[in-house]
């Protein structure tokens, strides 16, 4: 019984003590914590390559030093540059800043402090490195940029809690759409569209079908039509070509709905200009069931064709869009 007594109280006092040591362990002498809840973060959280981070400390006080440590997957990205930021461009001396990066393990490491007289950041927002991306191919796979460990320090050398937020690369690129009607016609399936890296006054309509700095979509029944773009491209011009139509034009600012043209008829002979040998070759086939100059794609060539040009006589292309 009297070892019992001894050995519940031992247990008790174990206890305690743990219990004073956790106290004292999470006091806030050597310890600082921002209001509002501290982090480390990417910015932006989803990267387009090639394209550039910024490494940012949110809502905290006091910040003197800070550490940081990436990983990312390199045999799809790579680093270009990493830099300090605008937390280190108030340093009057040198100051003592390691960024390095390492293309063949996957890493950027960090470390930076103020120097006297620079003072300490409190605020909502700073920006503590800036770091250089770009894709290892065309064709990117998304994938993570991972922070493995990070420090903040106040300017006695304690740490400040925080949280850290990891970013991403290689989104999945945002898709031009549309929808491209055809006159005279309800199929509207087949208008060939292409986003190009030329600008509109250098491109040629009819001969950009098959350049490597072009890629394609095709309208369906209803003309509507989804240009998947390559990662890491500028695109500039958009353009939309059907046999017998003229060719439709705009400058290309912007993924997303790119609203509705209307192609117009009669460029039987495709040299751009509704003209007289459009319509005497038209009017040659009325009767018959040449394809080549049906232009409301209805079986037979006849008057609805003729007028659909003739009501064109002298449109050049490329038309806006």
């Not at 002498?29 to 982090?39: C, D, F, I, N, W």
């Not at 996957?106 to 103020?114: L, P």
């Not at 903040?152 to 991403?168: K, M, Q, V």
């Not at 945002?174 to 569209?193: C, I, S």
Request: proline share 7%.
């Amino acid at each position: 019984m009297q070892a019992q007594k001894y050995r519940s109280m031992f247990k008790a006092l174990g206890l305690a003590a743990v219990a004073i040591a956790l106290t004292v362990a999470f006091q806030p002498v050597g310890l600082s914590m921002a209001q509002g809840g501290t982090r480390i973060y990417l910015d932006p959280a989803s990267l387009t390559l090639p394209g550039v981070t910024e490494v940012k400390v949110e809502n905290v006080s006091n910040l003197a030093g800070v550490e940081f440590h990436l990983s990312f997957n390199p045999s799809v990205v790579e680093v270009v540059s990493a830099t300090a930021g605008s937390f280190f461009t108030g340093n009057t001396v040198p100051m003592p800043i390691v960024p390095v990066f390492d293309n063949t393990l996957g890493t950027v490491d960090f470390v930076g402090s103020v120097v006297t007289p620079t003072q300490p950041f409190t605020g909502t927002n700073t920006t503590v490195a800036v770091i250089t991306w770009k894709a290892k191919s065309a064709t990117c796979t998304p994938g993570t940029i991972t922070f493995t460990s990070s420090k903040l320090s106040d300017p006695n050398g304690f740490a400040i809690l925080h949280t850290r937020t990891d970013g991403s690369y290689c989104p999945v690129p945002p898709t031009p759409t549309g929808k491209v009607l055809l006159q005279g016609r309800t199929n509207h399936a087949g208008t060939m569209v292409y986003l190009t890296e030329d600008a509109c006054p250098t491109v040629q309509a009819l001969s950009v079908k098959g350049l490597p700095n072009v890629v394609t979509g095709v309208t369906d029944a209803q003309g509507n039509f989804t240009i998947t773009p390559l990662v890491g491209k500028t695109y500039q011009c958009l353009l939309a070509t059907h046999d017998m139509y003229l060719v439709a034009r705009k400058v290309y600012t912007a993924p997303g709905d790119q609203g509705t043209v209307t192609l117009l008829g009669g460029n039987v002979v495709p040299d751009k200009t509704v003209n007289i040998f459009d319509l005497a070759r038209i009017a040659n086939a009325i009767g018959g069931t040449d394809a080549t100059v049906d232009i409301n794609a209805d079986g037979k060539v006849d008057v609805y064709d003729l007028t659909i040009a003739a009501g064109n006589f002298g449109k050049e292309g490329p038309l806006p869009w």
